[in-house]
C-alpha cells in the first residue's frame, strides 16, 4: 500500500468537506422549498375537490380547484364556502354587499332593478319559498347560486352567506374527471 501524501490528504479531505457542505446547502433548500409551499398552500392559496353536480357544467365532481385566500369577491366570481354543517361548498357569486336582488316567477334576476345576464345557469331558476324577495344584502353578504340552478342547494335555501365564510376565490380548475372532458 502505497502512503498517502500530505497533499493527497488535504484534497481527500477538501471532497469531504465539498460533499458534506453541499449535503447541508441541498437540505436547506429543500427544507425552505416545503416551508414555503406551506405557506402557499396554508395562507394565500388552498386547493379543493369538488363533490356534487351544482356547478356543472363549468365545474364537474371530482375536479380539484386551486383558490386563492387573498382575494376580493366580484359577481360572477366562483367562490369556496365553509357552510355551518362543515361542509366545504362551491358556488358562484351573483350579488355583492349592499345589492338588491330578485328572483321572478319566471326565473330572471334581477340586481339593483336591473335584469342580469347569466350566462352560467343551467336549467331553471326556481324562486324557493324559503326567502322573501326582494332581499338586500348587508355589508358583509353576498348571495351565491350553483350554475346547475336545478341541483344546487344555494342562497334559495340558505339566505345570503357571509364573508366570514368564505375560504377563497377559484383561481383555476384542475380537471381531473378525463371521461367527460
Avoid: W
Avoid at 447541508?24 to 386547493?47: D, H, N, P, Q
Avoid at 341541483?151 to 384542475?174: C, E, H, M, Q
Amino acid at each position: 500500500m502505497k502512503p498517502i501524501t500530505p497533499s493527497e490528504a488535504l484534497q481527500q479531505k477538501k471532497k469531504v468537506f465539498i460533499r458534506r457542505k453541499s449535503l447541508r446547502v441541498l437540505a436547506v433548500s429543500m427544507s425552505c422549498t416545503f416551508l414555503a409551499t406551506l405557506i402557499l398552500l396554508g395562507v394565500v392559496f388552498g386547493l379543493a375537490s369538488v363533490r356534487g353536480s351544482s356547478m356543472a357544467p363549468s365545474i364537474k365532481e371530482r375536479d380539484i380547484v386551486l383558490f386563492s385566500r387573498l382575494s376580493e369577491y366580484t359577481a360572477g366570481d366562483i367562490i369556496i364556502i365553509h357552510s355551518d354543517d362543515d361542509k366545504e361548498l362551491i358556488k358562484r357569486v351573483i350579488c355583492l354587499p349592499g345589492d338588491v336582488i330578485d328572483i321572478f316567477p319566471d326565473g330572471k334576476i334581477s340586481v339593483n332593478g336591473e335584469l342580469i345576464e347569466d350566462p352560467y345557469a343551467a336549467g331553471f331558476t326556481d324562486r324557493k319559498d324559503s326567502l322573501e324577495y326582494p332581499i338586500v344584502l348587508g355589508t358583509d353578504e353576498y348571495f351565491v347560486l350553483g350554475d346547475n340552478r336545478e341541483d344546487s342547494r344555494d342562497s334559495r335555501f340558505y339566505g345570503p352567506i357571509k364573508k366570514a365564510n368564505i375560504r377563497g376565490k377559484v383561481i383555476t380548475i384542475l380537471r381531473t374527471n378525463k371521461q367527460e372532458i
